[in-house]
């Protein structure tokens, strides 16, 4: 490794094209010049995601089923919630139930191969045998799970065509224009824990939080998580009104009623994003797939690294040869990650943004530990969302040689500047994905030892000669 930083430190060359892209300026303006510095890389898994973030109007998406991907494996995501109701009381006294549903409102978006219009997935729901707590003081993760009543399923497996998803459909006699997943639940199953939740709220002083105590909540799995598919579709929990949030349906009637009417009523129990918690179980199996040897590499520079939405494959960067930048006026400096075309045809669902973040020495910066993450420079105040958009993130057409290549753009010159005046000589940047869907997306870039360098990732300082 420090034989190759060596090289690398002094590999630094000034740009010999014109740069063109939309946020970093030509270096062909009378007395500013560009310098590259180029980066040692690899892949790492990052399994840290809170999915039980609730943050005020945006959807609550939950990834559930099995998707298999032939470079990256397998994913597999299973959506735990609570259910709450406006009714305290048991309605069901001195009535005929005559059946139940879940629902599952379709977010639109699936991940993978929508074209194919015969991808099925297998679904199952369970009762979640273990209470979650108050969603405004505690957090879940990609990696939480909960006991689940494997012996009283809910449902049978139901097996669902995911393009038909965007289909919509009504409840009773109640219009709705929502799509979504609809699962019929086994009734003596679910009234094993339903009944004796309903019997207390009548006498209770806290209905609320005795329902959650007494029926704690559902959990919706692929039936066979070893039966992977070749798309994944994403849930909305959350909606505007109880006919186009997740929760239970139950159907029922008078039965003393004459005639004898078909189902003329239709209880709700459904998710609420104030009182409910939830969370996104999201695992990955790579070991039998390509990716598996870049998480497992010995090379002191990878050719190629992946990066997936969190939980999944992350980025890890170094760039050395700070202390060999000519002395000047700084007034971008910006590292480009660049898509390596074979691995990124134009159907790949690329990730919307990058998220970098720094990893401390023992020197630099000063008072973080080895190895630790912190803040770059360029995102303070984390207050405020308008250093972020200064950062970027996002991908752009850059023309490099006259070749047109997608490429992810951050701009970090506070970073780099504060590494100057610190006489730090290395930056050591992870990088992520956003937890908007999570664990969805992928791109595979050129590292650091790339065959064509016209790929490979580098950090281009733009200064103004002193």
Do not use: W
Request: hydrophobic fraction near 35%.
């Amino acid at each position: 490794m420090a034989l190759v930083a060596a090289v690398l430190l002094q590999s630094g060359c000034r740009e010999n094209t014109k740069i063109r892209s939309k946020v970093l300026p030509a270096n062909d303006t009378v007395g500013v010049s560009s310098y590259v510095l180029p980066c040692i890389t690899h892949t790492y898994y990052d399994g840290f995601a809170i999915t039980s973030t609730d943050i005020g109007g945006i959807p609550i998406y939950q990834g559930v089923g099995v998707y298999e991907d032939p470079f990256f494996g397998t994913m597999t995501g299973s959506t735990f919630f609570q259910v709450t109701t406006t009714s305290y009381s048991n309605p069901f006294s001195d009535m005929k139930v005559d059946s139940a549903i879940l629902v599952l409102p379709y977010s639109g978006f699936t991940f993978g191969d929508t074209g194919n219009t015969s991808i099925t997935q297998t679904y199952q729901v369970f009762y979640m045998q273990d209470s979650l707590s108050d969603p405004s003081t505690v957090n879940y993760y990609a990696n939480t799970t909960k006991p689940i009543d494997l012996a009283n399923p809910l449902s049978d497996p139901t097996t669902v065509n995911l393009s038909k998803l965007r289909d919509s459909f009504g409840y009773n006699t109640l219009a709705s224009t929502t799509p979504g997943l609809r699962i019929k639940l086994r009734l003596p199953a679910l009234f094993r824990y339903l009944a004796p939740a309903v019997n207390i709220l009548a006498a209770s002083t806290d209905p609320i939080q005795d329902f959650f105590n007494a029926f704690h909540g559902i959990c919706v799995m692929p039936s066979n998580t070893r039966q992977g598919a070749a798309a994944i579709p994403y849930f909305q929990l959350d909606g505007s009104n109880a006919y186009n949030r997740a929760g239970i349906l139950v159907y029922y009637h008078d039965p003393a009623a004459t005639p004898v009417p078909d189902t003329d009523y239709v209880e709700q129990y459904f998710f609420t994003t104030s009182l409910c918690s939830h969370f996104n179980n999201i695992t990955r199996s790579y070991s039998r797939y390509p990716v598996n040897q870049l998480l497992h590499s010995n090379q002191s520079n990878d050719s190629i690294i992946t990066l997936q939405n969190q939980p999944g494959t992350s980025l890890d960067i170094v760039i050395p040869g700070i202390k060999s930048l000519p002395e000047g006026v700084i007034n971008n400096a910006q590292l480009q990650l660049r898509l390596i075309p074979a691995y990124n045809p134009d159907s790949t669902l690329l990730p919307e943004r990058l998220y970098p973040v720094g990893v401390g020495s023992a020197s630099y910066p000063s008072g973080i530990g080895t190895g630790l993450e912190y803040n770059l420079a360029d995102r303070y105040p984390v207050t405020s969302l308008s250093p972020l958009a200064y950062m970027d993130g996002y991908y752009h057409t850059v023309n490099v040689n006259g070749t047109n290549v997608r490429t992810y753009t951050l701009n970090l010159p506070r970073e780099v500047m504060n590494s100057i005046a610190a006489k730090n000589d290395t930056l050591h940047i992870h990088i992520n994905g956003t937890q908007d869907y999570y664990g969805a997306f992928k791109m595979i870039a050129g590292g650091g030892s790339y065959r064509d360098t016209m790929y490979q990732p580098k950090l281009i300082v733009v200064y103004s000669k002193l």
